[in-house]
């Protein structure tokens, strides 16, 4: 089966430009998660959302960015206007819930560099 | 609310020696646990987990952990280490429910040949 899918995979982008980042969880899974890791602050829970409902987004760092997911396979996260400060990387993960313990799985990751 | 320490952020070993990462959590009732592991430029990949019965887990890797309620540990341990095992290792608990993981800080594991 297939994993989670993110892209971009690599991301250089200017200061002040809008960044998408993007996920495809896993088929059949309900809760999808989009985390942060930098070297300062570790791996960061940003927004998790269940059956496409945001359920948590005390993690989003500011009103510069926003999470959708407008169905079951697919999310975004944006950043607009992006700052060097969001250089991270950027993890989608999806789980399938309660039955599985919320054994969450994660996607290889959108390396992000604002410069 | 859970919480999860990984007490070593750095841990050395030489190739082919035995390895024990610690991860002390909090939670007041049973927990589930987890071990991911995550090579450089990788995402974090599931070892294995722990919710109920057997306290000795079997992972992937050759990889195993064991729980001690009494010592609130799950610590991940492997008998002989290679080389391909240097990377990030991350502990995570969770209740169950509505309770989604917490993870720890990572502890950085770094095998000498």
């Known amino acids: 089966d297939a994993g989670v899918i993110q892209s971009p995979r690599h991301e250089v982008t200017e200061m002040g430009q809008e960044v998408t980042l993007r996920c495809k969880p896993i088929?059949?899974?309900?809760?999808l998660f989009w985390y942060r890791q930098t070297m300062m602050r570790g791996l960061e829970l940003l927004i998790y959302?269940?059956?496409?409902?945001?359920?948590?987004d005390s993690g989003m760092p500011e009103d510069r960015f926003s999470a959708k997911m407008p169905n079951a396979s697919f999310s975004t996260l944006k950043i607009q206007p992006s700052e060097p400060r969001d250089s991270a990387v950027y993890f989608c993960?999806?789980?399938?819930?309660?039955?599985?313990?919320?054994?969450?799985?994660f996607g290889e990751g959108s390396w992000l560099t604002v410069v | 609310a859970q919480s999860v320490t990984q007490p070593d952020i750095h841990i050395t070993v030489s190739e082919g020696a035995s390895l024990e990462l610690r991860c002390n959590y909090s939670y007041g009732a049973t927990p589930y646990l987890f071990w991911y592991v995550q090579s450089p430029g990788q995402g974090l990949q599931l070892l294995l987990k722990?919710?109920?019965?057997?306290?000795l887990v079997q992972g992937i890797k050759g990889f195993e952990a064991e729980f001690k309620r009494s010592q609130s540990s799950f610590n991940l341990r492997k008998p002989s280490v290679h080389w391909s095992d240097a990377a990030e290792y991350f502990c995570a608990v969770g209740g169950g429910g509505s309770y989604i993981p917490t993870f720890g800080r990572g502890t950085s594991l770094i095998v000498h040949p």
């Open positions: 722990y919710f109920s019965g057997d306290t």
């Open positions: 993960a999806s789980s399938p819930g309660v039955s599985s313990g919320n054994t969450i799985y």
């Open positions: 959302f269940n059956n496409n409902v945001p359920i948590d």
């Open positions: 088929s059949g899974h309900n809760s």
